[in-house]
């Protein structure tokens, strides 16, 4: 976990340890906006704040214990580092299978469901494909990584048309990233099978052998991916990705890949001709 953790701080660009605190010019004291906090008072209403309980009165030995509110501290603490470190933005961390209208994708949202309850780390993963833009498979798979992350599974989002232009400036760390990428427990490729507008062919054939071999290595560790695309005839898979590649990601995905085929565009919901 903690190779991990520091690959996905490279992948971050913001080691936190490289983060210097504001100093006063004048002096040498640290600046804050705000006094560095006192304790918080404690959530459970047992002890001052410290996290720490008195011996009980008349206690011959005399020691202190952990008060319950550390460890929902602590597990909340890690929560919100588990979802830092999955670099999701923060407009698809905010989605939920509850903010989404089942009526408009009903099996679909039925079966995504059904996949986070039968999720085990080592288990298919989930590949949500339609031609059709706007349909939910970015929303649905992000409830999904959601989902997990709030049971403490560590996931890496990754915006794939993104990428290539990311594995070419030396400054985004490539190598870390394509690591990041074979190692992180569950992997978030939204939108397979794009590449950035525009993007040179040797680019996309780059980004193509990149995926290629993370493809590759999760399916030989069993590792799960959460893919969305809007690749979606067997022909576009195989033009956009290869045919190779596309065997893996259906092989990843073994009965769990959800076509969105034929949805509406909830986008254009209030379009009127
Ligand atoms: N059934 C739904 N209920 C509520 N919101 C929805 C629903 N379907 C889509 N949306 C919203 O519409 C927007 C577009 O959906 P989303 O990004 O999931 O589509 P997509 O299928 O991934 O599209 P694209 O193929 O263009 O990537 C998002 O803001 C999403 O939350
Ligand atoms: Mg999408
Ligand atoms: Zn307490």
Request: charged fraction near 25%.
């Given at each position: 976990m903690d190779?991990q953790m520091?690959?996905?701080?490279g992948f971050?660009?913001?080691?936190?340890?490289k983060?210097?605190?504001c100093?006063?010019?004048?002096?040498?004291?640290?600046?804050?906006?705000?006094?560095?906090?006192?304790h918080?008072p404690?959530?459970?209403?047992k002890?001052?704040?410290?996290?720490?309980?008195?011996?009980?009165?008349g206690?011959?030995?005399?020691?202190?214990?952990?008060?319950?509110?550390t460890k929902?501290?602590?597990?909340?603490?890690r929560?919100?580092r588990?979802?830092?470190q999955?670099?999701m933005p923060?407009g698809?961390?905010?989605?939920?299978?509850k903010?989404?209208?089942?009526?408009?994708?009903?099996e679909q949202a039925?079966?995504?469901?059904?996949?986070v309850?039968?999720f085990t780390?080592?288990?298919?993963?989930?590949?949500?494909?339609?031609?059709?833009n706007g349909?939910?498979?970015?929303?649905l798979?992000?409830?999904?990584?959601?989902?997990?992350?709030?049971?403490?599974h560590?996931?890496?989002?990754?915006?794939?048309?993104?990428?290539?232009?990311?594995?070419?400036?030396?400054d985004?760390h490539?190598?870390?990233?394509?690591?990041?990428?074979?190692d992180?427990?569950?992997?978030v490729?939204d939108?397979?099978?794009?590449?950035?507008?525009?993007?040179?062919?040797?680019?996309?054939?780059?980004?193509r052998?990149?995926?290629?071999?993370?493809?590759?290595?999760?399916?030989?560790n069993?590792l799960?991916?959460?893919?969305?695309?809007?690749?979606?005839?067997?022909?576009?898979?195989?033009?956009?990705?290869g045919?190779?590649?596309?065997?893996?990601?259906?092989?990843l995905?073994?009965?769990?890949?959800?076509?969105?085929?034929?949805?509406?565009?909830?986008?254009?919901?209030?379009?009127?001709?």
């Amino acid at each position: 976990m903690d190779d991990q953790m520091s690959l996905l701080k490279g992948f971050l660009g913001t080691d936190p340890s490289k983060v210097k605190p504001c100093r006063d010019p004048e002096g040498d004291q640290e600046l804050y906006d705000t006094p560095p906090a006192e304790h918080l008072p404690c959530e459970d209403g047992k002890c001052d704040g410290s996290g720490m309980l008195p011996p009980p009165d008349g206690d011959p030995v005399g020691r202190w214990s952990h008060c319950s509110c550390t460890k929902k501290q602590r597990q909340r603490a890690r929560l919100e580092r588990l979802a830092k470190q999955s670099l999701m933005p923060p407009g698809l961390l905010e989605k939920r299978f509850k903010g989404f209208q089942v009526a408009r994708a009903r099996e679909q949202a039925k079966r995504v469901r059904a996949w986070v309850d039968q999720f085990t780390p080592h288990g298919p993963g989930l590949l949500l494909y339609s031609r059709e833009n706007g349909v939910g498979k970015t929303h649905l798979a992000a409830a999904a990584a959601n989902t997990l992350l709030s049971k403490g599974h560590a996931v890496l989002f990754v915006l794939v048309p993104d990428l290539a232009g990311k594995l070419v400036q030396r400054d985004e760390h490539p190598q870390e990233i394509v690591q990041a990428m074979m190692d992180a427990p569950v992997l978030v490729m939204d939108d397979i099978g794009q590449s950035e507008e525009g993007a040179a062919e040797w680019r996309r054939a780059e980004l193509r052998r990149v995926l290629f071999n993370v493809l590759t290595h999760r399916e030989q560790n069993h590792l799960p991916i959460i893919g969305t695309t809007n690749l979606g005839t067997k022909r576009s898979f195989d033009d956009a990705l290869g045919k190779a590649a596309t065997s893996r990601l259906f092989g990843l995905c073994d009965g769990w890949a959800i076509s969105f085929a034929g949805l509406e565009d909830y986008r254009l919901r209030g379009f009127q001709e």
